[in-house]
Protein backbone atom coordinates (compact mmCIF):
# COMPACT_ATOMS: atom_id res chain seq x y z
CA UNK A 1 0.00 0.00 0.00
CA UNK A 2 1.09 3.40 -0.82
CA UNK A 3 0.62 7.13 0.86
CA UNK A 4 0.11 9.60 -1.78
CA UNK A 5 -0.33 13.43 -0.57
CA UNK A 6 -0.40 16.52 -2.49
CA UNK A 7 0.61 18.98 -0.04
CA UNK A 8 -1.02 22.38 -1.04
CA UNK A 9 -1.59 26.27 -0.01
CA UNK A 10 -4.67 25.74 2.16
CA UNK A 11 -5.17 21.92 2.03
CA UNK A 12 -3.76 18.62 2.45
CA UNK A 13 -5.31 15.73 -0.22
CA UNK A 14 -3.88 12.06 0.63
CA UNK A 15 -5.04 9.06 -1.27
CA UNK A 16 -4.32 5.26 0.40
CA UNK A 17 -3.04 3.60 -2.91
CA UNK A 18 -3.17 -0.43 -3.30
CA UNK A 19 -4.35 -2.94 -5.91
CA UNK A 20 -8.16 -2.65 -6.14
CA UNK A 21 -8.07 -0.01 -3.41
CA UNK A 22 -8.12 3.55 -3.65
CA UNK A 23 -9.49 5.90 -0.71
CA UNK A 24 -8.74 9.88 -0.97
CA UNK A 25 -9.23 12.38 1.84
CA UNK A 26 -8.55 15.70 2.38
CA UNK A 27 -8.50 18.55 5.84
CA UNK A 28 -7.57 21.97 5.85
CA UNK A 29 -4.38 22.63 6.88
CA UNK A 30 -3.94 24.77 10.25
CA UNK A 31 -2.00 27.77 10.59
CA UNK A 32 0.60 26.39 12.76
CA UNK A 33 1.65 22.87 13.21
CA UNK A 34 0.81 20.03 11.56
CA UNK A 35 1.36 17.56 13.23
CA UNK A 36 -2.11 16.91 15.22
CA UNK A 37 -3.76 16.75 11.50
CA UNK A 38 -1.12 14.41 10.44
CA UNK A 39 -2.01 11.76 13.77
CA UNK A 40 -5.64 12.57 13.14
CA UNK A 41 -5.85 11.29 9.58
CA UNK A 42 -2.94 8.53 9.15
CA UNK A 43 -1.82 7.23 12.81
CA UNK A 44 -4.22 3.83 12.44
CA UNK A 45 -3.22 2.71 9.15
CA UNK A 46 -0.65 0.62 8.94
CA UNK A 47 2.75 1.05 7.54
CA UNK A 48 2.88 1.89 3.44
CA UNK A 49 5.30 0.58 1.34
CA UNK A 50 5.77 3.98 -0.32
CA UNK A 51 4.93 7.06 0.52
CA UNK A 52 5.05 10.22 -2.48
CA UNK A 53 4.81 13.38 -1.84
CA UNK A 54 4.51 16.63 -3.48
CA UNK A 55 3.87 20.19 -2.30
CA UNK A 56 3.68 23.75 -2.69
CA UNK A 57 3.64 24.55 0.62
CA UNK A 58 6.15 25.72 2.93
CA UNK A 59 9.43 24.29 3.18
CA UNK A 60 8.36 23.95 7.35
CA UNK A 61 5.32 22.22 6.53
CA UNK A 62 7.11 19.41 4.06
CA UNK A 63 9.58 18.36 6.74
CA UNK A 64 7.15 18.01 8.96
CA UNK A 65 5.42 15.43 6.87
CA UNK A 66 8.40 14.03 6.24
CA UNK A 67 9.73 13.50 10.11
CA UNK A 68 6.54 12.09 10.87
CA UNK A 69 6.63 9.49 8.28
CA UNK A 70 10.10 8.71 9.52
CA UNK A 71 9.10 8.64 12.78
CA UNK A 72 6.19 6.96 12.50
CA UNK A 73 6.80 4.37 10.31
CA UNK A 74 10.50 4.63 9.88
CA UNK A 75 9.74 5.53 5.91
CA UNK A 76 11.25 8.23 4.46
CA UNK A 77 9.17 10.33 2.11
CA UNK A 78 9.97 10.72 -1.71
CA UNK A 79 9.46 14.52 -2.40
CA UNK A 80 8.20 15.14 -5.99
CA UNK A 81 10.54 17.42 -8.31
CA UNK A 82 10.01 17.89 -12.31
CA UNK A 83 12.45 16.68 -13.51
CA UNK A 84 12.94 16.86 -17.57
CA UNK A 85 11.14 13.97 -18.25
CA UNK A 86 9.39 11.49 -17.08
CA UNK A 87 6.68 9.09 -17.22
CA UNK A 88 5.92 10.59 -21.05
CA UNK A 89 5.79 14.19 -20.81
CA UNK A 90 8.82 16.18 -21.26
CA UNK A 91 9.17 19.28 -19.59
CA UNK A 92 9.89 22.52 -21.62
CA UNK A 93 9.78 24.94 -19.02
CA UNK A 94 13.43 26.78 -19.14
CA UNK A 95 13.90 25.61 -15.40
CA UNK A 96 12.61 22.56 -14.86
CA UNK A 97 12.97 22.31 -11.77
CA UNK A 98 10.77 25.06 -11.10
CA UNK A 99 7.57 23.87 -12.15
CA UNK A 100 5.71 23.44 -9.35
CA UNK A 101 5.13 19.60 -7.99
CA UNK A 102 1.21 19.73 -8.17
CA UNK A 103 1.05 20.91 -11.71
CA UNK A 104 4.00 18.56 -12.95
CA UNK A 105 1.94 15.33 -11.06
CA UNK A 106 -1.48 16.92 -12.81
CA UNK A 107 0.33 16.23 -16.02
CA UNK A 108 1.96 13.04 -15.98
CA UNK A 109 -1.74 12.25 -14.85
CA UNK A 110 -2.97 13.51 -17.91
CA UNK A 111 -0.88 11.71 -20.07
CA UNK A 112 -2.00 8.77 -18.10
CA UNK A 113 -5.86 9.39 -18.96
CA UNK A 114 -5.18 10.38 -22.41
CA UNK A 115 -2.67 9.93 -25.67
CA UNK A 116 -4.28 13.28 -27.01
CA UNK A 117 -3.47 16.98 -26.67
CA UNK A 118 -4.92 17.60 -23.27
CA UNK A 119 -5.31 21.10 -21.04
CA UNK A 120 -5.12 21.22 -17.48
CA UNK A 121 -7.07 23.29 -15.31
CA UNK A 122 -6.34 23.16 -11.20
CA UNK A 123 -8.78 25.22 -9.65
CA UNK A 124 -7.34 25.90 -5.90
CA UNK A 125 -5.77 28.44 -4.17
CA UNK A 126 -4.31 29.27 -7.61
CA UNK A 127 -5.30 28.81 -10.68
CA UNK A 128 -3.55 26.95 -13.15
CA UNK A 129 -4.07 26.26 -16.63
CA UNK A 130 -1.30 24.02 -18.18
CA UNK A 131 -0.94 22.79 -21.80
CA UNK A 132 0.44 19.26 -23.12
CA UNK A 133 1.01 18.07 -26.63
CA UNK A 134 -0.04 15.13 -28.13
CA UNK A 135 3.60 13.95 -28.22
CA UNK A 136 3.69 14.48 -24.41
CA UNK A 137 5.25 18.00 -24.41
CA UNK A 138 4.42 20.38 -21.70
CA UNK A 139 4.63 23.21 -23.44
CA UNK A 140 3.55 26.02 -20.44
CA UNK A 141 1.09 27.24 -18.85
CA UNK A 142 -0.75 30.50 -16.93
CA UNK A 143 -0.92 31.05 -13.32
CA UNK A 144 -3.35 33.66 -11.31
CA UNK A 145 -5.53 33.78 -8.19
CA UNK A 146 -8.47 31.54 -7.15
CA UNK A 147 -11.36 32.29 -5.67
CA UNK A 148 -10.33 32.97 -2.31
CA UNK A 149 -7.39 35.37 -3.13
CA UNK A 150 -9.14 37.57 -5.83
CA UNK A 151 -11.84 38.18 -3.22
CA UNK A 152 -9.42 38.42 -0.21
CA UNK A 153 -7.26 41.08 -2.21
CA UNK A 154 -10.08 43.25 -3.72
CA UNK A 155 -10.99 43.74 0.32
CA UNK A 156 -7.49 44.23 0.98
CA UNK A 157 -7.61 47.07 -1.92
CA UNK A 158 -10.83 49.09 -0.97
CA UNK A 159 -12.46 50.49 1.87
CA UNK A 160 -16.17 49.36 0.85
CA UNK A 161 -15.71 45.83 0.32
CA UNK A 162 -15.64 43.03 2.73
CA UNK A 163 -14.38 39.85 2.65
CA UNK A 164 -17.70 38.41 2.72
CA UNK A 165 -19.19 34.81 0.91
CA UNK A 166 -21.80 36.68 -1.54
CA UNK A 167 -23.98 34.94 -4.12
CA UNK A 168 -22.93 34.14 -7.68
CA UNK A 169 -25.84 32.59 -8.95
CA UNK A 170 -26.48 35.47 -11.14
CA UNK A 171 -24.13 37.78 -13.11
CA UNK A 172 -26.82 40.68 -12.56
CA UNK A 173 -26.05 40.70 -9.01
CA UNK A 174 -27.89 43.24 -6.62
CA UNK A 175 -25.65 43.57 -3.98
CA UNK A 176 -22.30 44.07 -3.16
CA UNK A 177 -21.24 40.77 -1.57
CA UNK A 178 -22.95 39.62 -4.96
CA UNK A 179 -21.19 41.73 -7.13
CA UNK A 180 -17.67 40.61 -5.74
CA UNK A 181 -18.57 36.84 -5.92
CA UNK A 182 -20.55 36.99 -9.75
CA UNK A 183 -16.97 39.50 -10.90
CA UNK A 184 -14.99 36.19 -9.00
CA UNK A 185 -16.85 33.20 -10.62
CA UNK A 186 -17.57 34.70 -14.16
CA UNK A 187 -14.11 36.37 -13.90
CA UNK A 188 -12.50 33.19 -13.73
CA UNK A 189 -14.81 31.44 -16.22
CA UNK A 190 -14.14 33.65 -18.84
CA UNK A 191 -10.46 33.94 -18.10
CA UNK A 192 -9.82 29.64 -18.06
CA UNK A 193 -12.27 29.86 -21.48
CA UNK A 194 -10.02 32.59 -23.23
CA UNK A 195 -6.88 30.28 -22.65
CA UNK A 196 -8.37 27.18 -23.62
CA UNK A 197 -9.33 28.97 -27.05
CA UNK A 198 -5.31 30.04 -26.92
CA UNK A 199 -3.78 26.79 -26.47
CA UNK A 200 -6.52 25.08 -29.10
CA UNK A 201 -4.81 27.20 -31.75
CA UNK A 202 -1.51 25.25 -30.93
CA UNK A 203 -3.21 22.35 -29.50
CA UNK A 204 -5.99 21.64 -32.20
CA UNK A 205 -9.42 21.39 -31.84
CA UNK A 206 -9.52 17.82 -30.24
CA UNK A 207 -7.69 18.81 -26.62
CA UNK A 208 -9.63 17.14 -24.28
CA UNK A 209 -9.68 19.16 -21.30
CA UNK A 210 -9.35 18.08 -17.25
CA UNK A 211 -10.89 20.31 -14.54
CA UNK A 212 -9.26 19.56 -10.87
CA UNK A 213 -8.92 21.44 -7.54
CA UNK A 214 -11.45 22.68 -4.59
CA UNK A 215 -12.95 24.96 -6.53
CA UNK A 216 -13.72 23.30 -9.45
CA UNK A 217 -17.24 22.08 -9.16
CA UNK A 218 -17.87 25.83 -8.59
CA UNK A 219 -16.48 26.57 -11.91
CA UNK A 220 -17.45 23.65 -14.10
CA UNK A 221 -21.27 24.96 -14.49
CA UNK A 222 -19.98 28.54 -15.78
CA UNK A 223 -17.87 27.36 -18.16
CA UNK A 224 -18.83 26.77 -21.64
CA UNK A 225 -16.65 24.65 -22.73
CA UNK A 226 -17.13 20.43 -22.50
CA UNK A 227 -14.66 19.38 -19.61
CA UNK A 228 -13.95 16.47 -17.61
CA UNK A 229 -13.66 16.68 -14.02
CA UNK A 230 -10.85 14.80 -12.55
CA UNK A 231 -10.95 15.87 -8.68
CA UNK A 232 -7.95 13.58 -7.55
CA UNK A 233 -5.86 14.60 -10.70
CA UNK A 234 -2.88 15.22 -8.99
CA UNK A 235 -2.72 12.51 -6.51
CA UNK A 236 -3.62 10.32 -9.54
CA UNK A 237 -0.34 11.68 -11.08
CA UNK A 238 1.41 10.80 -7.56
CA UNK A 239 -0.13 7.07 -8.42
CA UNK A 240 1.69 6.61 -12.04
CA UNK A 241 4.95 8.08 -9.89
CA UNK A 242 4.72 5.83 -7.38
CA UNK A 243 3.74 2.68 -9.70
CA UNK A 244 7.48 3.73 -11.72
CA UNK A 245 9.59 3.74 -8.39
Known sequence: ????????????????????????????????DIAPL?????RDHAVPQKVI????????????VEQWAHARWSVTAWIVRAPAQQLGV?????QPDQLGAD????????????????????CGTAVTVDALSRDGEFLGGAIFPGMRLLRAGLARGTEAIDDVEGDAADSLARSTADGVAAGVLFGLAGAVERLIDEYRRTLGGNMEIFLTGGDAPRLAPRLRVT????PDLVLKG??????SL
Open 38 to 42: LDGAW
Open 227 to 230: VTPV
Open 1 to 32: MNLLVDLGNSRLKWAWQDAGLWHTDAAALPEG
Open 238 to 243: LARIAD
Open 53 to 64: VCSVSSAQRLRA
Open 103 to 122: RWAALIAARGLTSSAACVVD
Open 90 to 94: KNRYR
